[in-house]
């Protein structure tokens, strides 16, 4: 993969059922972010015609459905996603490996759109897990998950800031480390449970960062994409 610029490294996440604002702040932000990460809520209200208002403004989407079925829906949805020419997308490593490998191969030869494998949610903590079933600590089970992923084909995968660098050295740089659960210094940790800043983040070997509400929800998201792009370039010449 090219070497990432600061800004490259952030996809912003477009939390709204409202396309037209999300049209609207998609376009403030072009050029402040490397992408755009479109999820269930914008998906379910705009469906593919949506993405494609986003698509349209010339920046990499990252769309982030989880599929998580038997491998043979997930396939045909791989398929169908196809044609909204996104960069990334998302499926559930614990569908397990058949369900991952359907996904590749339905991808086909194509680099994109890359597929990412989530591992556990950063919303979920150890007593979650436990509540599950899980009884791995939750760093042994994304390890666990992350391995079962990669070595069934994909491309990367999605985990807590706080389980990045263990997954960057157990997996090496040929695999995509993309980060949810990212919250600068003076940005609200709203629902988050396993964060960490950007620049932090990075530095564990983190590949893209999504940033939603401290940027979208700033007085000036501009303003805010450029604090947090500044604070990535500071800790990558460190």
Known sequence: ???????????????????????????????????????????????????????????????????????????????????????????????????????????????????????????????DLVQLGQKLPVADQVLRLGKLAHESGADGLVASPQEVAALRAARGEDCLLVVPGIRPAWASTDDQKRIMTPGDAVKAGADFLVIGRPITQSKDPKVAAKLITDEIADALIR
């Open 1 to 127: 993969m090219p070497i990432l610029t600061p800004d490259e490294r952030i996809f912003c996440a477009i939390d709204t059922t409202n396309l037209e604002q999300a049209v609207e702040l998609a376009q403030e932000l072009k050029g402040a972010v490397g992408g755009f990460k479109l999820g269930k809520e914008f998906f379910t209200a705009n469906g593919p015609g949506g993405v494609a208002k986003i698509s349209e403004l010339g920046q990499r989407i990252f769309l982030d459905l989880k599929f998580h079925d038997i491998p043979n829906t997930v396939a045909g949805a791989i398929k169908a996603a196809r044609s909204l020419n996104c960069y990334m997308l998302t499926i559930h490593a614990s569908g397990g490996a058949a369900m991952v490998r359907a996904a590749v191969e339905a991808k086909g030869e194509e680099e994109e759109p890359r597929i990412l494998a989530v591992t556990i949610l950063t919303s979920l903590t150890a007593d």
